[in-house]
């Protein structure tokens, strides 16, 4: 039977996408407001351990995924009569991998600890890792294009995290006390998460060994990339943390956990887009073109748009969400900026790669990517502290784009996927970075930076038809499209 990816319309997948950037975009208003309050409340020192944590975490945490939610995505995408199975087999495995991920946690959190109140708050902090197990559930929708629900649940968690760290800010709180509101409301959002994907389904995942061999076969090269993925994206805040100290790591982690909330952006495009490009490889060439450019699209939009603000303001964000205690930390923000552009565009390669079933190249290219940020990261650091640091992320990202694409073409010809409202997107958010720099020089607050940019880059992006009226209506339009 089709799939309910390769049925999406397009009107479809715009819906799904808005939901997800919308309800984003106000967890990540949230979002700030509660990072400004951690950070506020820990100080820089204590904020260079509460990040050294998570870094932690989000290491050791992925051996739990290793690879398979491509696989899975890719797989059930084109045999949806046997989603259940794909989807339980991944949940087998990581129940099965949650003992020892946990046990390696704890050991490196145990090494790295510099505070009784950093050890313990890391110790609670391991009993939010088995959740992750759950969060499969959650792939439940993104095959069916319709991730509402997913969204509801993180504003859930959302809300509660940010309740909870308003009460221990104004009670001047501890960071043990910090961990254990995140894993109540985790614990809570992952509940709420089963119940709901329970009823969608209305019966249990069904693992089998077919399907868990063929995830650890397929997913091992796939797990070992992404494993590398993620040790070049967060080696260098353990590194900062070792050779600068946890005052320049809590300043690093500040400025880096902006560029993390970024991620929602291609994050949100190919929840939507993956099962759609996984559904139409390789039958449908015409439709994957399509989405493949809506996506790059997006892409461009968002990342160049985000860039051109940060160059400019990066300062009075910086001062405005941390304090001033963190304003040394402002250059770093536009240079993670550009890296975000690159990671954007990372997401759209890596998929692509997973889905046209490289992901052994893919794991050459993380390798690659890993040597060259570690070998960058220990000169520079000593040399410059963080700033070394943000720089390799960048170098890093355009690495690993490079390479990526450089394999993709040999598919894609770039001819193909027409390329002209990109080139537009660029020209447009130059002009929106010199009229944001004018303004920031004539003494421009922040809050009118913010709405000259509301104003003028949707303006730009229509008139030098990087964006047309087309797209709007697509959105808007109530009609299904056959």
């Known amino acids: 039977m089709p799939s309910a990816a390769s049925q999406a319309t397009r009107q479809r997948a715009a819906h799904d996408v808005f939901i997800q950037i919308f309800a984003r975009v106000l967890n990540l208003a949230l979002g700030v407001v509660v990072t400004a309050l951690v950070a506020r409340t820990l100080g820089d020192v204590g904020y260079g351990q509460w990040s050294t944590i998570f870094v932690v975490l989000g290491l050791v945490g992925y051996l739990m995924n290793f690879g398979m939610e491509g696989v899975v995505i890719r797989e059930a995408s084109r045999e949806p009569e046997h989603e259940l199975q794909w989807l339980g087999s991944m949940l087998a495995l990581r129940l099965m991998l949650i003992g020892p991920v946990v046990l390696i946690a704890a050991v490196a959190i145990e090494l790295l600890s510099s505070s009784q109140q950093m050890l313990i708050a890391g110790f609670i902090l391991l009993i939010t890792m088995p959740f992750s197990g759950v969060g499969v559930l959650g792939m439940i929708y993104q095959l069916?294009?319709?991730?509402?629900?997913?969204?509801?649940?993180?504003?859930?968690?959302?809300?509660?995290?940010?309740?909870?760290?308003?009460?221990?800010?104004?009670?001047?709180?501890?960071?043990?006390?910090?961990?254990?509101?995140?894993?109540?409301?985790?614990?809570?959002?992952?509940?709420?998460?089963?119940?709901?994907?329970?009823?969608?389904?209305?019966?249990?995942?069904?693992?089998?060994?077919?399907?868990?061999?063929?995830?650890?076969?397929?997913?091992?090269?796939?797990?070992?990339?992404?494993?590398?993925?993620?040790?070049?994206?967060?080696?260098?805040?353990?590194?900062?943390?070792?050779?600068?100290?946890?005052?320049?790591?809590?300043?690093?982690?500040?400025?880096?956990?902006?560029?993390?909330?970024?991620?929602?952006?291609?994050?949100?495009?190919?929840?939507?887009?993956?099962?759609?490009?996984?559904?139409?490889?390789?039958?449908?060439?015409?439709?994957?073109?399509?989405?493949?450019?809506?996506?790059?699209?997006?892409?461009?939009?968002?990342?160049?748009?985000?860039?051109?603000?940060?160059?400019?303001?990066?300062?009075?964000?910086?001062?405005?969400?941390?304090?001033?205690?963190?304003?040394?930390?402002?250059?770093?923000?536009?240079?993670?900026?550009?890296?975000?552009?690159?990671?954007?565009?990372?997401?759209?390669?890596?998929?692509?790669?997973v889905v046209m079933g490289l992901q052994t190249r893919l794991l050459r290219i993380s390798l690659i990517a890993l040597v060259v940020n570690l070998i960058g990261n220990f000169i520079l650091v000593p040399m410059v502290g963080f700033m070394g640091a943000a720089w390799m992320t960048l170098v890093t990202e355009v690495v690993v784009f490079s390479a990526s694409l450089m394999l993709i073409r040999q598919t894609f010809p770039l001819r193909s996927l027409g390329l002209a409202r990109i080139l537009r997107t660029v020209l447009a958010a130059l002009v929106l970075g010199l009229a944001l720099g004018a303004l920031e020089l004539a003494g421009a607050s922040l809050a009118v930076l913010i709405v000259a940019a509301c104003l003028c880059y949707p303006a730009l992006l229509f008139g030098l038809r990087a964006l047309e009226l087309d797209d709007i209506r697509v959105l808007l339009k109530r009609k299904a499209m056959a």
């Open 144 to 353: 069916r294009v319709r991730n509402i629900v997913p969204m509801l649940v993180l504003t859930l968690r959302s809300v509660l995290w940010g309740a909870a760290v308003i009460v221990i800010y104004s009670n001047n709180g501890t960071m043990v006390e910090l961990a254990i509101a995140m894993t109540v409301t985790n614990a809570i959002g992952s509940l709420v998460q089963l119940l709901a994907a329970r009823r969608v389904v209305g019966q249990w995942l069904k693992p089998t060994r077919q399907h868990i061999g063929t995830l650890v076969r397929v997913g091992i090269p796939l797990g070992l990339s992404g494993v590398l993925v993620i040790f070049y994206a967060r080696i260098d805040q353990l590194i900062v943390y070792v050779i600068a100290g946890a005052r320049s790591a809590g300043l690093y982690g500040a400025v880096y956990g902006v560029l993390d909330q970024s991620h929602f952006v291609p994050v949100s495009v190919l929840t939507t887009l993956a099962p759609i490009i996984a559904a139409a490889w390789p039958a449908d060439r015409e439709r994957l073109l399509r989405t493949v450019r809506l996506a790059a699209e997006f892409m461009a939009i968002s990342s160049l748009g985000a860039l051109a603000f940060a160059c400019v303001a990066s300062s009075q964000i910086v001062h405005l969400i941390f304090g001033p205690s963190f304003a040394e930390a402002a250059p770093a923000l536009p240079v993670l900026g550009g890296a975000f552009v690159f990671i954007c565009f990372g997401y759209l390669n890596g998929n692509l790669l």
